[in-house]
């Protein structure tokens, strides 16, 4: 499995878990929202992670073993980690995970004993602080922690980053292709486009129910990504059959593949999908054939690196962080990702000038300001996530 | 000699110990699953071992569903899609078996590999083959035009979800068919003949009958895949209107927070399929009975 099935098992674990609930805790002096005796942090509610172990002490020498990594697949560029492994003189071995309830369950049982783990998101860090699996970070090892977007210096699923490091961003949008989709077309209809029947079979959307079901209520103007709403929830299903209806869309992880390869015109995804499928243009075609229309209103996310407490290498893992959390680092690893580091200094300006990305792809970075704007997705209770299942299955089940 | 019975019935334990180890059990954890509880921190499935303990509440909306709700149209249409390519199946399938069975003489055996080996290629592999051929690029998408057949095959299309369930499982069909054919007593044909049937009577009312208990294992070897297939789908078409039980079974299993509702829906499927295969029993049982006679 691949960043796409995992960004799809994202929104999925989005729902897994309640929110709802609203059980307030006092936890580190914020207010917290507790749920079935898991803490977990929303843009309304940061929350201060509680510190059960004290974090590796100040000038410890790196390890001479071999570091351990936890990661998606193809989430690192070989390249990068080459570099790594000279500068500090060690061995890197990694393992991979499929989804972050599979990575849990094995962290948990003891099968996974990585130093570090990357990829995780929000909704996997409530988890791994109620499995206690996490050491808090040593800020004096990552000299670079100052290049990460400063939104996220903070972010509110762990308050002054005591756990984690952020790693990637993205946000939801619409790609298509330039060559048969007028960019005007978004500004005048927006989410529309993708009810239009003349995309007839040439369409997609994101195999993901709890970003396409949202795309489905922004485009009705309800601006909720959360929403416990049966109306508005029922709705967005109704909506999305009626897309169904008129343009029999696709419902995959494979933007990257499909517009590229121009069997799609349009399709709903994650931003990051878009430079993925610079790699998969056939040859001879002009990467400016890839548009994105970034709404103004959209759910934008983050994935983060953090250190597994029983790590036998916490140095060189905290040494890694720092080492990605380079800017220079951060681009060369971006370069094989696809994907975009969350570092204030890796701007659209330096993207364009280094001619990695197409100009006609500038709307597909996540610029801070887009970050701070985006909506972002959290637990649902198991009822409220039941409808939204429902909805979601009414919709696939044709 | 008195203790023979027991020793040929030893020679069972083998294969019922690898039954319970591989569908028994399994089946078992299944279930356990399907009627167990979700974890309420980590929200994976947590399996209730002890039957007494069953849980129904989540079944009964998952067989509600399946009867009235989302769940029934997938239903209708995956018996379809099954029902449609059986049938195609048999179409292509039966005179290639009944060719090489008859008339295939010193040539069977390499007729019979020629047929067989593309089929030794990985199943997804022959469907991602396709899906390239397909594509609005393809070679056989080009050469369809030629024709002036300009068909997007890939937009989401019954028809190529069919053919591709045709084609992937066609081969299974043939060979037991022929095995069954291969082994028919043809002068029983050259008696109807020289009693004033035409060959299309000697089909009908000899070849057919004799042939009904290789057919019957042959769809019932094809069907069981096909109900719970889900692969070709989401190789050729990935769009809610070829949805099949097996994608949503997928889907609940590995992309949704209800894991309990795959595992019914696999218990739903076995039920189903249990018909087809108590069909397959009465059928070879009758089948001995009149060899019998």
Redesign the interface.
């Known amino acids: 499995m691949c960043r796409r099935d995992f960004l799809r098992n994202l929104a999925i674990t989005s729902g897994a878990i309640a929110i709802g609930g609203s059980i307030i805790a006092s936890c580190g002096g914020q207010s917290t929202t507790t749920v079935d005796g898991l803490a977990i942090g929303t843009p309304d509610k940061p929350i201060k992670l509680p510190i059960t172990t004290e974090p590796i002490a100040d000038g410890l020498a790196s390890e001479s073993g071999t570091l351990e990594i936890l990661n998606w697949a193809d989430y690192q560029n070989p390249e990068s980690i080459s570099i790594f492994e000279k500068q500090f003189g060690c061995k890197v071995s990694t393992s991979i995970y499929d989804t972050e309830e599979a990575a849990i369950a094995k962290l948990r049982n003891g099968t996974f004993k990585p130093d570090i783990i990357i990829g995780m998101t929000d909704t996997g860090l409530a988890k791994l602080i109620a499995a206690d699996i996490l050491q808090p970070l040593n800020k004096s090892y990552i000299s670079n922690f100052g290049n990460v977007i400063e939104g996220l210096q903070s972010p509110y699923y762990d308050v002054d980053a005591q756990y984690t490091v952020p790693y990637m961003i993205y946000g939801n949008g619409i790609g298509y292709r330039t060559d048969r989709i007028d960019k005007n077309a978004f500004t005048e209809n927006g989410y529309d486009t993708l009810w239009d029947a003349v995309h007839s079979g040439k369409l997609g959307v994101l195999d993901s129910y709890r970003d396409t079901l949202a795309m489905a209520m922004f485009r009705a103007g309800n601006f909720d990504a959360n929403t416990t709403d049966a109306a508005i929830i029922k709705k967005a299903g109704d909506d999305l059959v009626a897309m169904r209806e008129a343009t029999n869309p696709k419902v995959d992880i494979l933007a990257y593949q499909e517009l590229s390869s121009g069997n799609r015109d349009i399709n709903f995804t994650w931003s990051g999908d878009l430079f993925t499928a610079l790699q998969y243009l056939p040859e001879g075609v002009s990467p400016d054939v890839l548009g994105f229309w970034y709404p103004e209103k959209t759910v934008a996310k983050n994935d983060f690196m953090c250190v597994a407490k029983g790590a036998k290498s916490p140095v060189l893992a905290h040494q890694l962080i720092n080492f990605l959390s380079d800017t220079d680092n951060a681009l060369l690893n971006r370069q094989y990702v696809g994907y975009q580091p969350a570092l204030e200094s890796i701007t659209v300006d330096l993207l364009i000038s280094t001619g990695t990305i197409p100009e006609s792809l500038i709307e597909a970075l996540v610029t801070p300001e887009k970050y701070d704007a985006g909506l972002a997705q959290v637990l649902l209770e198991p009822a409220v996530d039941s409808l939204w299942l429902e909805q979601w299955t009414a919709f696939t089940a044709g | 000699m008195k203790n023979s019975p027991r020793l040929w019935a030893g020679f069972a334990l083998p294969g019922t110990a690898w039954l319970l180890a591989l569908f028994a059990v399994p089946f078992y954890a299944v279930a356990c699953v399907a009627f167990g509880t979700?974890d309420?921190?980590?929200?994976?499935a947590t399996p209730q071992w002890n039957p007494l303990a069953w849980d129904f509440t989540q079944a009964q909306q998952v067989f509600t569903?399946l009867a009235t709700g989302?769940?029934r149209?997938?239903a209708v249409?995956t018996i379809l899609f099954v029902v449609c390519a059986m049938i195609l199946c048999f179409v292509i399938g039966f005179p290639i078996a009944y060719f090489l069975a008859r008339h295939a003489g010193k040539r069977k055996l390499l007729l019979l590999v020629l047929i067989i080996v593309p089929f030794w290629v990985n199943y997804l592999m022959r469907m991602l083959a396709w899906v390239n051929l397909l594509?609005?690029?393809g070679l056989f998408t080009r050469f369809m035009r030629i024709f002036g057949v300009n068909y997007?095959w890939?937009?989401?299309s019954p028809i190529t979800v069919i053919l591709g369930l045709v084609y992937g499982y066609v081969p299974f069909l043939i060979l037991p068919l022929y095995a069954t054919l291969e082994r028919l007593d043809w002068r029983l044909v050259d008696a109807a003949r020289d009693l004033g049937a035409n060959s299309g009577q000697a089909f009908r009312l000899v070849t057919l009958p004799m042939s009904k208990a290789g057919l019957v294992a042959a769809g019932i070897l094809i069907a069981l895949p096909m109900f719970g297939d889900y692969y070709t789908n989401?190789l050729l078409?990935?769009?809610?209107?070829?949805?099949m039980i097996g994608?949503?079974i997928d889907?609940f299993l590995?992309?949704?927070?209800?894991p309990q509702n795959g595992a019914l829906l696999v218990i739903a499927l076995s039920m189903f399929l249990l018909l087809f295969m108590s069909f397959y029993l009465r059928s070879t049982r009758m089948q001995a009975r009149q060899t019998a006679r």
Do not use: Y
């Open positions: 979700i309420p921190i980590f929200r994976d569903s989302p769940l149209g997938v249409r594509s609005a690029d997007n890939l937009d989401g989401d078409s990935r769009s809610p209107s070829t949805e994608n949503q889907f590995n992309a949704s927070t209800q």
